[in-house]
C-alpha cells in the first residue's frame, strides 16, 4: 500500500515554497508521497493518508486540523509565522523534523477540542467544533450583545457585553488570553469562559472541569444578534432567542511533538519573558557553567530572531488567526 503524507502549508509566506519543497523531499526519499492540500481543499478531497506536514502559524495548524478531523493522523508542525504555540519547530529545522516524523521518531499528545451545538429559534440546530474556542461576539458593532451564561444546567448571571469566549487549555493563549483570560497548561482537562468587556459586577474568567456544560443564550431583549465563530475560520450567525451549548468533544486533535520540553519554555520562547537572573540549576540538574549559559540560550531565546519575540509580545496570536 503506498505512504501518503498530506502538506497543508500556507502559500501567502515566502518562505513556504523553499520549505514545501524540502519537506517534499524528505518524504520522497522515505518511500512516501507527498501530497499538496489545495488551498480551498475539503477533507473528501484527500485521499487516505498516515502522516501531515503543517507549513505555517497558528492559523495553518488550525486548517490542517479541520482535514485531519476524526482520522487520527499526527500533525506536524513548522512555523513560518510570527509565534506558533501550536508548532513544534522552527523554519531552520524542517528536513530534520519531516525526517523524524517518517520514521516514527516523536510523541503524540493528543489536545482537548469543544463540541458546539446551536439551537436557533426556528428548531433548526447547527453542529460544529473547535480547537482553540468557540467566540460568540456581537453581530452589531454599534449595539450591545445581552447574553445569559449557563454552567451544568444551571444560570450563573446575565449581561451586556462584546462576546463571550469558550476556549480549550490549547486556546488559552489565543483569543481567550487577548481578552484578558488566564493562561492554561495544555494537559489541563478542562473548559475557560471568557467574558469580553462586559457590563457587570461579575464577569470573570471561568475555568470548569471537563465533564460541564456550558450554554450561551442571546437573549430575545439583545439589542445585537450574535455571531458564532469557531477557531477564526466558521462563522454562524446567532438571532435573538438563540442558544449556543458548549461540551468537551470525544475527538481530540493529535499534535507531533519530537522535544520533551515543558509548556513553561514554549511560554518562555513565545512571548519572550525575561527570565534573567534565573538561579533554579541545581534543581534542573545543570551542572558545569558551559551547560548553563546552554541552559539560559535555549530558555530564553529557544532560536527565535527579534522579529518574532517583537510579534509574541503583542498578543500571542499567530496574525493569521488575528486579534478576532
Known amino acids: 500500500m503506498t505512504r501518503r503524507a498530506v502538506i497543508v502549508t500556507h502559500r501567502g509566506r515566502r518562505a513556504a515554497v523553499a520549505a514545501t519543497r524540502e519537506a517534499v523531499r524528505v518524504l520522497e526519499s522515505a518511500g512516501i508521497e507527498a501530497v499538496l492540500a489545495a488551498e480551498d481543499a475539503v477533507a473528501t478531497d484527500l485521499p487516505e493518508f498516515e502522516l501531515a506536514v503543517v507549513l505555517g502559524g497558528d492559523g495553518t495548524i488550525l486548517r490542517a486540523a479541520e482535514l485531519t478531523r476524526g482520522t487520527g493522523v499526527p500533525l506536524l508542525g513548522v512555523n513560518l509565522g510570527h509565534v506558533g ?187 519572550a519573558l525575561p527570565v534573567e537572573g534565573w538561579r533554579g540549576f541545581a534543581s534542573a540538574g545543570v551542572d558545569d557553567e558551559a551547560d548553563r549559559d546552554e541552559a539560559v540560550l535555549d530558555e530564553a531565546a529557544g532560536g527565535s530572531n527579534g522579529q518574532d519575540a517583537a510579534g509574541a509580545g503583542r498578543t500571542g496570536l499567530d496574525d493569521e488567526v488575528g486579534a478576532r
Open 85 to 271: 504555540f501550536l508548532a513544534e519547530s522552527e523554519r531552520d529545522d524542517v528536513g530534520e523534523a519531516v525526517r523524524r516524523l517518517t520514521e516514527g521518531d516523536f510523541e503524540v499528545e493528543e489536545r482537548v477540542t469543544l463540541h458546539v451545538r446551536v439551537l436557533l429559534p426556528d428548531g433548526d440546530v447547527r453542529e460544529d467544533w473547535a480547537l482553540n474556542e468557540a467566540a460568540l461576539e456581537k453581530g452589531d458593532r454599534s449595539r450591545v450583545l445581552e447574553v445569559a451564561v449557563e454552567v451544568d444546567g444551571r444560570p450563573l448571571s446575565s449581561f451586556g457585553c462584546d462576546g463571550v469566549v469558550a476556549a480549550t487549555a490549547t486556546g488559552s493563549t489565543a483569543h481567550a488570553f487577548s481578552a484578558g483570560g488566564p493562561v492554561v497548561w495544555p494537559d489541563v482537562d478542562g473548559m475557560i469562559l471568557v467574558p469580553v468587556a462586559a457590563h457587570a459586577l461579575f464577569a470573570r474568567p471561568l475555568v470548569v472541569g471537563p465533564a460541564s456544560r456550558l450554554a450561551l443564550e442571546v437573549l430575545e431583549r439583545s439589542p445585537s444578534p450574535g455571531q458564532l465563530t469557531c477557531d477564526g475560520r466558521r462563522t454562524v450567525e446567532i438571532p435573538q432567542g438563540s442558544r449556543v451549548e458548549i461540551t468537551r468533544s470525544d475527538v481530540p486533535v493529535r499534535l507531533a511533538r519530537l522535544s520533551p520540553a515543558p509548556f513553561t519554555t514554549r511560554l518562555v520562547q513565545k512571548f
